[in-house]
Structures are given as C-alpha cells and as structure tokens.
C-alpha cells in the first residue's frame, strides 16, 4: 500500500472535520502568531519539513515484513489520527474568551501538535524509513519553536488567564 494513502485520514480530519465544526476554527488554525529571531528560521524549517512529510510520504509504501512493527506503527499511527479527532473537536470549541483549556486542552496546551507527532511517527513505523523518521525529527523540533512563538502571543493576547493556564496545564504531555 503507498504512503499516500496515509494522509488522506489526516487531511480528512484535519481540513474536513474542523471546516465542518466552523469556519472560524480553520481560520484560527491556519494563524501563526508573528515569530521573531530564530523563530522566523524554524518556521520555514517547520514549512518545509511539514511538505517534506507529505510528499515523502507519498513515494513510500506502508511495509508489513515485521508484524511487530507494523502492529506498533499502526497502534501509533491510529492514536494520533484519534487524538486529532479529538483535539480538533476540542480546538473549534473555544471558551467565551478564546482560550482552549477543555478536553485534551486540560491535559497538554498543544494537544494538536502532540497528535501530529504520534501520526507522523506512525508513518515512520508503518513505511519503516529512517529518511522520514528524520524529516519527522526535524519537524518535530523546528514544532517546538513554532510553540514558544504561540506561547508567547497567548500570554499577550488572553495575560494573567492564559498564565494560570500554563502554571497548570504541560506544554506536550
């Protein structure tokens, strides 16, 4: 089976369902908060890792060889298709003020990012390419700096609520 057919859940999910749940929450999904420094160089490290992803994956097919690897890859794999069900559900859902912190929200402040990383890793297992393991590490990395720009723009948009939010709520898991 071909990588491809990997992502058509992914996209279902990740562009279907949220336009489906609003508008407004594909809109609010697709803002990147302005990013300074070095956050400018990992955005577009984020962006091209991210298309790398996508069309690696689709010259790759899923490889059943070794069950015990498929079957983990497939486990990871179905997880995060499931936690970005849910974090999406959650994510169109915000409070009056517009601060996500219901759901997977009450557990990690980046619930769609952490459901991207087990998707992605997933993939790695499934097609069990270490050149896609490492475009997925670099994405995974380049993320981390995508979250400290959106941390920061939380904390001046929503201020002493967003806060208290994060002195309880991890970053990831």
């Known amino acids: 089976m071909s990588g491809f057919f990997l992502l058509i859940p992914f996209f279902l999910i990740r562009f279907g369902l949220l336009s489906h749940l609003g508008r407004g929450a594909v809109k609010r999904a697709a803002y990147f908060p302005p990013v300074a420094g070095n956050e400018k160089t990992a955005y577009w490290i984020y962006q091209t890792s991210n298309v790398a992803i996508f069309v ?22 179905i997880l995060g298709l499931l936690f970005c069900v849910i974090s999406m559900i959650n994510y169109a859902s915000p409070s009056v003020s517009g601060l996500n912190s219901s759901g997977l929200y009450r557990f990690s402040r980046n619930p769609m990012y952490v459901s991207y990383f087990l998707f992605f890793s997933g993939c790695v297992l499934l097609t069990k390419s270490l050149l896609l393991g490492g475009i997925v590490l670099v994405f995974i990395i380049s993320t981390h700096w995508i979250i400290l720009s959106e941390e920061r723009w939380c904390s001046e948009k929503f201020g002493e609520s967003y806060e208290q939010y994060r002195k309880k709520v991890r970053r990831y898991l």
Do not use: I, P
């Not at 690696?56 to 794999?77: E, H, K, R």
């Open 56 to 77: 690696y994956l689709c010259f790759l097919t899923v490889n059943m060889d070794f069950f015990s690897l498929f079957a983990a890859g497939a486990a990871v794999y």
